[in-house]
């Protein structure tokens, strides 16, 4: 796709995030990695529901920009993101509400996020690690997720949002509305005793569609002290 494409294709996909509430206001980024090694992303205190392509930030392969407007604050945790996840081509960011609460409650395992509840969560998303909370922008960030070592395509970042990324923006954007809504699920079912897949459902959609989990066989590992 060339990168006006992209550049339109960003703008459609914020557009649409935006106006379906999944990131109010300002918040949120999306950013998309080109072939040269640098990226397309979107620029600091914009909405997503109101881009311009030509001022989509164009950076380069070392993260210095090349023309647009400044980019968002979070090119640290894209950064990491793409270090870490080699066929990743794509990454978007949400203050999704669902999401956000979802990291605030007490349950909540680092390295799974959320039980298996349905198969397209475990199909788009995998499985989602929870973050501890650092202020945006942090350049902390980074560190917290290399430690995850490309595990997981999918991220929650304390008190603040989802973090996903993909080998194509649509991919990206689907599953990051994939994780919200089972986040949603979650809440609503939270103290119900609901029945999620079993661990044979699982294995089968693993078998099926070459899913690759992380593993979570160590539960004396804390992925926070990477």
């Not at 649409?16 to 300002?26: K, W």
């Not at 949002?161 to 089972?182: H, I, K, N, Q």
């Not at 959609?205 to 004396?220: C, M, N, Y």
């Amino acid at each position: 796709m060339s990168e006006a494409k992209l550049r339109e294709s960003i703008s459609s996909f914020g557009r649409s995030l935006f106006e379906r509430g999944l990131t109010p206001g300002s918040s949120g980024n999306i950013s998309v990695r080109l072939d040269d090694g640098g990226w397309l992303v979107t620029p600091t205190n914009a909405s997503l529901g109101f881009l311009d392509p030509a001022r989509i930030a164009r950076l380069d392969a070392g993260g210095h920009l090349l023309s647009g407007d400044p980019p968002t604050k979070e090119i640290p945790l894209h950064s990491a993101l793409y270090e870490t996840r080699g066929g990743a081509r794509a990454i978007v960011h949400l203050h999704s509400t669902h999401s956000v609460a979802l990291t605030m409650l007490p349950e909540i395992d680092p390295r799974s996020a959320l039980p298996p509840m349905t198969p397209y969560y475990l199909m788009r998303c995998g499985q989602t690690a929870l973050l501890p909370y650092f202020r945006p922008g942090d350049p902390a960030v980074a560190d917290a997720i290399r430690g995850l070592a490309g595990r997981y395509s999918s991220v929650l970042l304390a008190n603040h949002g989802p973090v996903v990324a993909s080998d194509t923006l649509e991919a990206a954007v689907f599953a990051t509305e994939e994780l919200e809504e089972t986040a949603r699920l979650y809440l609503l079912l939270r103290g119900l005793n609901p029945r999620y897949l079993s661990p044979d459902q699982v294995a089968d959609l693993v078998k099926v569609f070459g899913l690759t989990l992380p593993e979570h066989a160590h539960a004396d590992e804390d992925p926070h002290d990477h």
